[in-house]
Structures are given as structure tokens and as C-alpha cells.
């Protein structure tokens, strides 16, 4: 995708609450519902990532999306597994896909952490939504792997001690 | 729109300006960094943590973004928000972007003199116009959105 249109990408169209966000199709392993996400351990829990989900033998950390982007609590109902990463995103519903040509860049007059959520703007047939940026879940990741890996240490400590 | 560099070239070259209603207070623009007032387009609106960014509209055929400056010049946000007073910004590398800025009445174009700003007045304010009965404060755009970006 270039700001030419001289290639096009498809685009996932999905919704948190009534707030409606783009990610490329390409970055998308798969949609599933809700079945089979657990909660983690109370203490490996951090404010983004609360859940994990086993899918194909692999363990996918799930971040909410809803309190990644600062938005009100959210009801989920889907989960967007994101290709060769091992992360899920909490999410409401997916609204549709669409191929798209041009990528916005984010104007200017943004300077917060969006410019780290996203990639820039897409103009959809029915309005305009953010692109959401793949990588932009890797820190809060890579927090949440450090939390569950002090987690589990400090379990296997105390089991230990009563060895 | 004039391909002048500075703020002080500026502020001799423009001969007019902008008059718009924010709250009870008028402000003013120099004519030459607006483009145009639009009726309020289709808000859209998306997560940020930038303040007093309301979203985005469409405005042939580019994507605005919508910036709320009522707080800061009248103390609380934007009510009527009648129309969007469409004003083009400078950016860094010397682009130009367009914004969007709520403002709660129609406009009027004056061509009176820009006076010098007096006394203790607020950075954003980069001159007065004497109109009868009113002294209306010409902002200096980038310095108001600056300001409430830092907010």
C-alpha cells in the first residue's frame, strides 16, 4: 500500500465498543471467538494483558485491546490473532474487509501514542479508521513476559523453600 | 496564500484578517493562512491521547484534523460549534497541513491594522486589531495548538 495507489492491500475492519479500527488482512493469522481464552494467574496479570489463549499448542498472549488504546472497558466477543506472534487482540465484533489503496499518513496535529498505535488513516467506503500498527502491541508484550516470567519464578521459589 | 518564511514578514504583509466568535470573545486569524468556513463535516473520531484533538472530517478530499482551541482561548470547550474555520498550518519540513477549528458563529473579514500585542497577554497572541468597541487578539495558529498540545 503507498500513498499513490499503485498497490492495494485488504484491510480487517473491526470495531472495540463503537470505535472502529483497521488491520491489514496480512497480519491477521486468524479470528476466533472467545472459547478458550483464560485468564492468567492473578499475579501475572498487567493493565494490558490479562488473558491468554492456546491455539494450535501455542500459548498467544491476549491484549485487551479496549484498555490498550484508553478506551472504556469493552465487551469482547472475538480475538484477532496476529501472524507469527504469538498476541491476541480482545476485540468487539469484525464489521467487514476491505482492499484499499492509499494510506493516509496521521496528520500532524497528532502527537500522543497514537503515533505509535498506528501506521496512519484509511478512507473506507463509510468513513475513515486508523490502521493499527502490528508492532505497536510489542511492549506491552514484552511487559507482560517479564511479569509472568517473575511470576513463575517467584512460584517456583516458594516452592522451593517448602521443598 | 503567501510563501512568506516568518511570523514578522507575515505580520506586515497581512492585510486583513479573520474575525470568528469563540464563546463570548472574538479572535482573529490572519485571511491568509484560511482557507475556507465549512459547515461541521462527519466527525470521525478514534483513539488518541493528544488533547483537544476532537478527530478527524474530510474536506475535499483530505483528512482534517479537528482541533478544539475554545478551551484554551475561552476557558471551556467549543458548545455550538457552528462551523469549522479551515486553516492551514505550517509542519515541520516546511509542509503545510490543514486543521480544522470549531468556532461558534460566522465570520468577518476586517482589514484594520494589526497592532502590536500590549501588556500581559499570552504567547499565542501575536497582535491586537482596534475595532470600535472591541480589541480582537490575532493568534498565532501554531503557537495556540503548541500550547494545547502541551496541555
Not at chain 2, 504583509?13 to 475556507?36: C, T
Not at chain 2, 476532537?54 to 458548545?79: K, Y
Not at chain 2, 462551523?83 to 470549531?102: D, M, Q, S, T
Request: glycine share 8%; with cysteine; proline share 6%.
Amino acid at each position: 500500500m503507498n500513498r499513490k495507489g499503485k498497490s492495494s492491500e485488504t484491510i480487517v475492519v473491526f470495531r472495540v465498543a463503537d470505535t472502529r479500527f483497521g488491520i491489514s488482512a496480512n497480519a491477521v493469522e486468524e479470528i476466533c471467538g472467545l472459547d478458550g481464552v483464560q485468564l492468567l494467574p492473578r499475579e501475572s496479570r498487567t493493565r494490558g494483558v490479562k488473558h491468554s489463549l492456546m491455539r494450535r499448542e501455542r500459548e498467544h498472549l491476549v491484549v485487551d485491546s479496549a484498555s490498550f488504546f484508553h478506551m472504556l472497558p469493552a465487551r469482547p466477543e472475538r480475538v484477532l490473532l496476529l501472524r507469527g506472534s504469538q498476541i491476541g487482540l480482545l476485540i468487539g465484533g469484525v464489521d467487514y474487509m476491505q482492499e484499499v489503496s492509499t494510506l493516509h499518513r496521521l496528520p500532524h496535529a497528532f502527537q500522543g501514542d497514537e503515533r505509535h498505535w498506528f501506521l496512519g488513516l484509511v478512507r473506507l467506503f463509510d468513513g475513515i479508521v486508523p490502521l493499527v500498527d502490528p508492532d505497536a502491541f510489542d511492549d506491552v508484550i514484552g511487559i507482560a513476559k517479564r511479569h509472568i516470567a517473575q511470576a513463575v519464578l517467584a512460584d517456583s521459589e516458594t516452592a522451593g523453600a517448602f521443598a | 496564500m503567501s510563501g512568506f518564511d516568518t511570523p514578522e514578514i507575515r505580520l506586515e504583509a497581512a492585510l486583513s484578517y479573520v474575525l470568528f466568535p469563540i464563546g463570548s470573545k472574538r479572535f482573529a486569524l490572519p485571511s491568509d493562512i484560511v482557507s475556507e468556513l465549512a459547515r461541521p463535516g462527519r466527525l470521525q473520531s478514534f483513539p488518541h491521547t493528544t488533547p483537544h484533538l476532537a478527530g478527524v472530517l474530510l474536506r475535499r478530499g483530505q483528512i482534517v484534523p479537528v482541533c478544539d482551541i475554545a478551551r484554551i482561548l475561552s476557558g471551556c470547550e467549543s458548545r455550538q460549534q457552528r462551523f469549522h474555520l479551515i486553516a492551514e498550518r505550517k509542519i515541520e519540513g516546511g509542509a503545510r497541513e490543514w486543521v480544522a477549528l470549531p468556532v461558534d458563529g460566522e465570520c468577518e473579514l476586517s482589514n484594520v491594522p494589526i497592532l502590536p500585542p500590549t501588556g500581559k497577554l499570552p504567547a499565542y497572541v501575536q497582535g491586537l486589531l482596534s475595532l470600535p468597541n472591541e480589541i480582537v487578539e490575532v493568534l498565532d495558529l501554531e503557537k495556540v495548538i503548541t500550547m494545547e498540545s502541551k496541555r
